[in-house]
């Protein structure tokens, strides 16, 4: 399996243009013609695009310095250098691109088929037969090209995703998440299975769909960088849902839920006022009442058990879900 990467600082680089010609006309009777040097090609533009195809940043971690072709030096007969090969740098919907120096935003691709220009290549040098003038019949000199920008950049991915998944270490998002969507997490039980986001579609016969993620384990102080969820937590600021996942067995679910939302109010306070549901996990193991106790402490917040091996409650879920994204 590839490395997961959601942040990775690369160099970039356009290509510098090409040279001038010095040339001069060689034809039959005509030993000194005049000066037909053609002009360098222009250097290779670079690019950044969003493209589906790829989930997260791990194919540009190979390289850190990606760079556009050069403009080809001018050659005589007036013939023009080829300009030099652009460069496009394909990377997941929502990624963003910012500069390493000054941290500032250069861009957020957040639509595929957008390409958006990071640096220029330089222009191509004139030939000597631009310089051809009424006073200076045989310039013997030509231009360099011109060098191509060059810069530094950070690409720092936040998932696009309608939903997402929180909850403690093992408490069932991932089982969720395969039985909601097309996904197929790996599934294990103990602590952290999930050392990744992991994305699944939603998809309806009318044509619409939307995307579930599912967030790595949140502990008590992951906002400061504790266990995995620091890692994580910028893929669920895009989200529009948010559904807590609390295990019906834990031993004091209200203070569950109330830690989740601290964890994500204290990494981004928009992240607590989203619109959210509260589901009880793991209802098929849980004893009855010990849910029907879980389900109480919450008053008159809607919970909503559940239990990902049995299907039980999962229609509802998909309705709440869909009543949130409506709203």
């Known amino acids: 399996m590839s490395k997961f990467t959601d942040s990775i600082q690369i160099r970039i680089k356009a290509g510098h243009g090409g040279p001038g010609s010095i040339s001069f006309r060689r034809e039959k009777y005509i030993p000194f013609g005049g000066p037909d040097g053609g002009d360098g090609g222009k250097g290779g533009d670079v690019y950044v695009a969003a493209d ?66 990071l640096v220029k290549g330089g222009t191509g040098g004139k030939g000597n037969e ?78 619409t769909e939307y995307k579930i993620a599912d967030i790595p384990g949140i502990i008590e102080g992951a906002h400061l960088g504790h266990g ?21 067995s834990s031993e004091d679910p209200l203070y569950t839920f109330e830690l989740l939302k601290e964890e994500l109010s204290s990494y981004n306070k928009m992240l607590a006022s989203k619109s959210h549901c509260i589901i009880l996990s793991k209802t098929d193991i849980a004893d009855p009442e010990t849910v029907a106790k879980a389900v109480k402490l919450f008053g008159r917040k809607k919970v909503i058990p559940v239990s990902s091996e049995t299907g039980e409650n999962l229609d509802k879920v998909f309705k709440e879900i869909e009543k949130l994204l409506g709203d």
């Open 130 to 207: 631009f310089y051809k003038s009424s006073t200076l019949q045989t310039p013997k000199f030509a231009q360099h090209g011109m060098p191509g920008e060059e810069r530094t950049i950070i690409l720092n991915l936040k998932l696009i995703a309608d939903v997402g998944i929180v909850g403690l270490p093992n408490a069932g998002k991932s089982t969720l998440l395969s039985k909601l969507t097309n996904a197929r997490p790996k599934i294990g039980a103990y602590p952290f299975t999930t050392l990744i986001p992991n994305l699944g579609v939603v998809m309806h016969e009318d044509g």
């Open 52 to 117: 589906r195809r790829f989930y997260n940043l791990s194919h540009l971690f190979k390289d850190r310095l990606y760079a556009a072709g050069i403009g080809e030096q001018g050659h005589g007969a007036r013939k023009h250098g080829a300009d030099g090969n652009d460069l496009t740098i394909l990377v997941p919907p929502g990624t963003q691109v910012l500069d390493a120096d000054t941290d500032e935003l250069i861009c957020d691709l957040l639509e595929e088929n957008k390409p958006f220009l």
């Open 228 to 248: 995995l969820g620091l890692s994580f937590l910028a893929h669920i600021e895009r989200v529009k849902v948010i559904i807590y996942m609390i295990d019906a």
